[in-house]
């Protein structure tokens, strides 16, 4: 039995060589998991939150370079491990779901056979028909009806083709699985049944959950953790509660502020001006200063330190306080 | 198909109501599937089916529902990229933009050459993906002037003049910086501004919206959503707005119109229906939805199996099998009517 987070990321920074120069894709991101536990990535596109997730999955692209730090998964860093080694990991103790639209299954196999071969492929020794039992559990898990399984993936709805995405990655039974937007293409009444079947699952196997999305509302109905990206960099940790309830980061504020809601009193939107840095040349200080209305000096000129409420931290100069959040 | 010639309307007396800018009535679209390439098409996919709606002078309708509905659908022959099958779009066009005294009434479905061409003058369309609507291979002078040189509006003094001015007025400064720029080098939400710009470049008076956010980030989506605001405001422009998000309709229209397979199921004034909804389906729609505050506990819709295709659907209420009110009256009965529940409130439904 293993105590302490089941994931633990320390100081990761990465980057990519480009033809004008390195982007610093990812700098300094630490954040712990316990069993059972979801955290939610947010953050505008190109922050670095799939980077950190390709990571995570030993699926960077050839042009990247881990420059610092570890992902301790179970005791164990990934970043240290050879290919071959990193196959016992990806996908039996760390599984992804990717977007539905992102063409995931393979469109000339039956989708249960992709799965069978998915668990054989990863030195589970089952039979024919144990292994086509196992993926009929996992379709009635995720909602699907088991004869589903021999149906050819264009067969199915966008929805069913999550659900199948979510089977595949739940077959090998890991113990973190990262959600990469897993319903951003999804109707709502299908995004909130998927939602409610990951969260299912993560309960019952006690799975800690990543999930990476822009959608603030989501973040607050199903994670425990927030964290902040912002140019690469962590800008701000902490409860979902008190994270959304109380930001004491500007981005953080400014993200939940532009985000229009269906509930409660309709509050004029606001919007984050200008838009996020070229990381290859990224702004002296805090990253964020040129769109931030509270920068001063100090902000252009040194990176902020953490500033600590209860639970929660964020890398800020002037962080809110409770009274001047714009929360709710 | 019968020609009709447009008419114009003169109204002298000033502050008489010429009537809404669009009445739609009876509109119905069938898309035929075939089974098999060379065999005759045997059943139809009812896109939209005998829909009927007004759309007033300055006001913003949204159209929402899940894929499939028939919100697309309903946009593309409001700007007549696709022909109804049935059903008539009656436009009442101001003669001049801002003056709606004289009104030249024309149904886009009945008309073509030199009519259909001042009718684009007025009716416009932004796409969804701002990524596929460009030709990469040109500028953004070339992009946003389009619609000016198939007007024949100005030469080409007046058309660089006319675009810069535009590419302004979406956020794109100093304009000169970006006349020259090719599509690639722009974000995702830079290009929905080009997108915009080339819409609005001509002052149309309608504008046909299918959902021009959805494909860009959160902050980026806020930018366009108030700039599109501000530009209705500020030309007196119309929008059917399509989305399959009911948080942003609620944001950018004045009423919200809800679709199940090819129907209208209900419409009202925007936050009447957020707040009064009284078809099931929009019920759960909305109760579907995320909502951003850690502590509410949100309980699940009430809404039965998954969403189908409107594939030769029969003749009963179309929400019949999905909805968690229905009676043997409901199964029994054609489609419900729309009735007006309360002023403005429609609704089709026998249990509502």
């Given at each position: 039995m293993i105590t302490g987070p089941v994931l633990k990321v320390d100081d990761l920074s990465l980057t990519y060589q480009i033809r004008q120069g390195e982007v610093r894709a990812v700098q300094d991101v630490s954040f712990e998991l316990a069993r059972g536990q979801s955290l939610g990535l947010v953050g505008e596109s190109g922050c670095g939150k799939s980077s950190v997730a390709n990571c995570l999955m030993g699926l960077l692209p050839d042009n990247a370079r881990v420059t610092r730090g570890q992902v301790i998964l179970e005791g164990h860093d990934l970043l240290q491990l050879n290919e071959e080694e990193l196959r016992k990991y990806r996908w039996r103790r760390i599984a992804m779901v990717f977007q539905a639209a992102m063409n995931v299954l393979d469109p000339v196999y039956r989708v249960g056979q992709q799965i069978v071969e998915a668990i054989e492929a990863h030195g589970f020794d089952l039979s024919d028909a144990e292994a086509r039992e196992r993926v009929a559990d996992l379709f009635r898990r995720v909602g699907l009806e088991p004869q589903l399984m021999d149906r050819y993936p264009h067969e199915f709805s966008g929805g069913m083709r999550q659900r199948a995405v979510i089977a595949m990655a739940l077959s090998c039974d890991p113990s973190v699985i990262i959600a990469d937007e897993p319903t951003t293409a999804l109707d709502v009444i299908i995004q909130d049944r998927i939602l409610r079947e990951l969260k299912s699952i993560q309960n019952d196997r006690d799975m800690a959950v990543i999930y990476i999305t822009h959608d603030i509302a989501v973040v607050a109905e199903v994670t425990d953790l927030v964290a902040v990206m912002y140019a690469g960099r962590l800008v701000e940790l902490g409860p979902t509660a008190e994270v959304l309830g109380s930001p004491l980061h500007p981005y953080t504020s400014g993200l939940m502020s532009s985000f229009p809601s269906v509930s409660g009193e309709k509050r004029p939107l606001t919007v984050l001006s200008g838009e996020p840095p070229n990381l290859v040349n990224p702004p002296s200080g805090c990253p964020f200063h040129p769109r931030c209305e509270s920068a001063t000096e100090q902000c252009r000129s040194e990176f902020p330190p953490r500033a600590l409420r209860n639970d929660h931290w964020a890398a800020c100069w002037h962080p809110l306080d409770k009274t001047n959040s714009t929360a709710g | 198909m019968e020609l009709r010639l447009t008419e114009t309307q003169t109204h002298p007396e000033v502050g008489e109501d010429p009537g809404p800018l669009v009445e739609v009535s009876g509109l119905t679209k069938r898309f035929p599937v075939s089974?098999?390439?060379?065999?005759?098409?045997?059943?139809?996919?009812?896109?939209?089916?005998?829909?009927?709606?007004?759309?007033?002078?300055?006001?913003?309708?949204?159209?929402?529902?899940?894929?499939?509905?028939?919100?697309?659908?309903?946009?593309?022959?409001?700007?007549?990229?696709?022909?109804?099958?049935?059903?008539?779009?009656?436009?009442?066009?101001?003669?001049?933009?801002?003056?709606?005294?004289?009104?030249?009434?024309?149904?886009?479905?009945?008309?073509?050459?030199?009519?259909?061409?001042?009718?684009?003058?007025?009716?416009?369309?932004?796409?969804?993906?701002?990524?596929?609507?460009?030709?990469?291979?040109?500028?953004?002078?070339?992009?946003?002037?389009?619609?000016?040189?198939?007007?024949?509006?100005?030469?080409?003094?007046?058309?660089?003049?006319?675009?810069?001015?535009?590419?302004?007025?979406?956020?794109?400064?100093?304009?000169?910086?970006?006349?020259?720029?090719?599509?690639?080098?722009?974000?995702?939400?830079?290009?929905?501004?080009?997108?915009?710009?080339?819409?609005?470049?001509?002052?149309?008076?309608?504008?046909?919206?299918?959902?021009?956010?959805?494909?860009?980030?959160?902050?980026?989506?806020?930018?366009?959503?108030?700039?599109?605001?501000?530009?209705?405001?500020?030309?007196?422009?119309?929008?059917?707005?399509?989305?399959?998000?009911?948080?942003?309709?609620?944001?950018?229209?004045?009423?919200?119109?809800?679709?199940?397979?090819?129907?209208?199921?209900?419409?009202?004034?925007?936050?009447?229906?957020?707040?009064?909804?009284?078809?099931?389906?929009?019920?759960?729609?909305?109760?579907?939805?995320?909502?951003?505050?850690?502590?509410?506990?949100?309980?699940?819709?009430?809404?039965?199996?998954?969403?189908?295709?409107?594939?030769?659907?029969?003749?009963?209420?179309?929400f019949y099998d999905r909805c968690p009110i229905a009676t043997d009256n409901c199964l029994n009965s054609p489609h419900p009517e729309t009735e007006e529940k309360s002023p403005g409130h429609l609704v089709a439904c026998y249990e509502a």
């Amino acid at each position: 039995m293993i105590t302490g987070p089941v994931l633990k990321v320390d100081d990761l920074s990465l980057t990519y060589q480009i033809r004008q120069g390195e982007v610093r894709a990812v700098q300094d991101v630490s954040f712990e998991l316990a069993r059972g536990q979801s955290l939610g990535l947010v953050g505008e596109s190109g922050c670095g939150k799939s980077s950190v997730a390709n990571c995570l999955m030993g699926l960077l692209p050839d042009n990247a370079r881990v420059t610092r730090g570890q992902v301790i998964l179970e005791g164990h860093d990934l970043l240290q491990l050879n290919e071959e080694e990193l196959r016992k990991y990806r996908w039996r103790r760390i599984a992804m779901v990717f977007q539905a639209a992102m063409n995931v299954l393979d469109p000339v196999y039956r989708v249960g056979q992709q799965i069978v071969e998915a668990i054989e492929a990863h030195g589970f020794d089952l039979s024919d028909a144990e292994a086509r039992e196992r993926v009929a559990d996992l379709f009635r898990r995720v909602g699907l009806e088991p004869q589903l399984m021999d149906r050819y993936p264009h067969e199915f709805s966008g929805g069913m083709r999550q659900r199948a995405v979510i089977a595949m990655a739940l077959s090998c039974d890991p113990s973190v699985i990262i959600a990469d937007e897993p319903t951003t293409a999804l109707d709502v009444i299908i995004q909130d049944r998927i939602l409610r079947e990951l969260k299912s699952i993560q309960n019952d196997r006690d799975m800690a959950v990543i999930y990476i999305t822009h959608d603030i509302a989501v973040v607050a109905e199903v994670t425990d953790l927030v964290a902040v990206m912002y140019a690469g960099r962590l800008v701000e940790l902490g409860p979902t509660a008190e994270v959304l309830g109380s930001p004491l980061h500007p981005y953080t504020s400014g993200l939940m502020s532009s985000f229009p809601s269906v509930s409660g009193e309709k509050r004029p939107l606001t919007v984050l001006s200008g838009e996020p840095p070229n990381l290859v040349n990224p702004p002296s200080g805090c990253p964020f200063h040129p769109r931030c209305e509270s920068a001063t000096e100090q902000c252009r000129s040194e990176f902020p330190p953490r500033a600590l409420r209860n639970d929660h931290w964020a890398a800020c100069w002037h962080p809110l306080d409770k009274t001047n959040s714009t929360a709710g | 198909m019968e020609l009709r010639l447009t008419e114009t309307q003169t109204h002298p007396e000033v502050g008489e109501d010429p009537g809404p800018l669009v009445e739609v009535s009876g509109l119905t679209k069938r898309f035929p599937v075939s089974k098999g390439f060379f065999r005759k098409p045997t059943s139809f996919i009812h896109a939209v089916d005998a829909v009927s709606f007004t759309l007033g002078r300055g006001e913003s309708l949204g159209m929402v529902g899940e894929s499939g509905c028939g919100k697309t659908t309903i946009g593309k022959l409001l700007v007549r990229l696709l022909d109804p099958d049935e059903g008539q779009m009656l436009y009442r066009i101001a003669e001049e933009a801002g003056d709606a005294s004289a009104v030249s009434v024309v149904d886009p479905a009945t008309i073509s050459g030199k009519e259909m061409r001042d009718f684009r003058r007025n009716v416009q369309m932004i796409f969804q993906d701002p990524y596929e609507s460009m030709n990469p291979r040109r500028t953004l002078f070339d992009i946003i002037s389009e619609p000016l040189s198939v007007q024949k509006i100005g030469n080409l003094m007046e058309r660089i003049e006319r675009t810069a001015e535009m590419l302004s007025l979406v956020g794109l400064t100093p304009a000169s910086d970006f006349l020259l720029r090719h599509p690639h080098e722009l974000s995702g939400g830079q290009r929905q501004r080009v997108a915009i710009a080339r819409a609005l470049v001509i002052r149309p008076q309608f504008v046909v919206a299918d959902e021009p956010t959805s494909m860009l980030d959160v902050s980026s989506r806020t930018g366009i959503m108030l700039l599109m605001q501000q530009l209705a405001r500020d030309f007196g422009i119309s929008y059917l707005y399509v989305t399959h998000d009911l948080a942003v309709a609620r944001y950018m229209c004045d009423r919200i119109a809800v679709m199940y397979l090819g129907k209208i199921v209900e419409l009202a004034e925007t936050e009447e229906l957020l707040r009064n909804p009284l078809h099931p389906y929009t019920r759960a729609l909305l109760s579907a939805v995320p909502v951003p505050d850690p502590g509410h506990r949100r309980a699940p819709p009430d809404i039965r199996g998954d969403l189908t295709r409107s594939l030769d659907p029969p003749a009963r209420c179309r929400f019949y099998d999905r909805c968690p009110i229905a009676t043997d009256n409901c199964l029994n009965s054609p489609h419900p009517e729309t009735e007006e529940k309360s002023p403005g409130h429609l609704v089709a439904c026998y249990e509502a």
